[in-house]
Nanobody, 125 residues
């Protein structure tokens, strides 16, 4: 059974950092692109960043560019999201998701087939 489990969410002050982890099981990570998404209260789920099957190509939302970094460790079946210089507007539930259709990756919610349960990130002083 294919599963994704997020961890690492926390309460952090503005300007702080967090590293989220997406641990996968039931499928070889090299066969799937992984995306990180977030959903704030009252807002639609949005794509933050994705990484392709081989871990070579990434695509960042403008809001994440320069502050967030995605990486994939296939040996640990884990994808990481390093988030620096966090802002209150980054507050959301963060989800990771997997899809196997794309040659590279994209940040389109409907293209992802498998989702984790989410982890809460709160940025507040």
């Amino acid at each position: 059974q294919l599963q994704l489990v997020e961890s690492g969410g926390d309460l952090v002050q503005p300007g702080g950092s967090l590293r989220l982890s997406c641990t996968t099981s039931g499928f070889p990570l090299v066969n799937y692109a992984i995306g990180w998404f977030r959903q704030a209260p009252g807002k639609e789920r949005e794509g933050v960043v994705c990484i392709d099957k081989r871990g070579r190509t990434t695509d960042y939302a403008d809001s994440a560019l320069g502050r967030f970094t995605i990486s994939k460790d296939a040996s640990k079946n884990t994808v990481y999201l390093q988030m620096n210089d966090l802002k209150p507007e980054d507050t959301a539930v963060y989800y990771c998701a997997a899809e196997s259709h794309s040659l590279y990756c994209n940040r389109v919610v409907k293209d992802y087939d498998y989702w984790g349960q989410g982890t809460q990130v709160t940025v507040s002083s």
